[in-house]
Nanobody
Framework: VQLQASGGGLVQAGESLRLTCTPS????????MGWFRQVPGKEREMVAI???????NYADSVKGRFTISRDYDKNEVYLQMWNLRPEDTAVYYC?????????????WGQGTLVTVSS
């Protein structure tokens, strides 16, 4: 499965951005799907994700500011980010996994850079 992430850019603190992830497979075939981010020198961290049960899960640092959503007709997953802060600056990666006959496959997009200036 290939994941195409887009929507990153340079914004000022307090502004908004929406990231889009388009998988090459149907959303219905994916188990979990969501967004991670990484800053150079730090570990990649979960930002927002749809769990296998379909419920959204958020990092504490983005609760109330970010919303993950999906459109099955367009086969896309979104990360709407409001009130961005300089500490949100990172490369954002789309992630998904599939379960098949007892095995799990994990997929990553190429990343999209979000830069928030103060």
């Amino acid at each position: 499965v290939q994941l195409q992430a887009s929507g990153g850019g340079l914004v000022q603190a307090g502004e908004s951005l929406r990231l889009t992830c388009t998988p090459s497979a149907s959303l219905h075939s994916l188990n979990t799907m969501g967004w991670f981010r990484q800053v150079p020198g730090k570990e990649r961290e979960m930002v927002a994700i749809f769990t296998g049960s379909g419920s959204p899960n958020y990092a504490d640092s983005v609760k109330g500011r970010f919303t993950i959503s999906r459109d099955y007709d367009k086969n896309e997953v979104y990360l709407q980010m409001w009130n961005l802060r300089p500490e949100d600056t990172a490369v954002y990666y789309c992630n998904a996994d599939q379960l098949y006959e007892g095995s799990r496959s994990d997929f990553w997009g190429q990343g999209t850079l979000v830069t928030v200036s103060s």
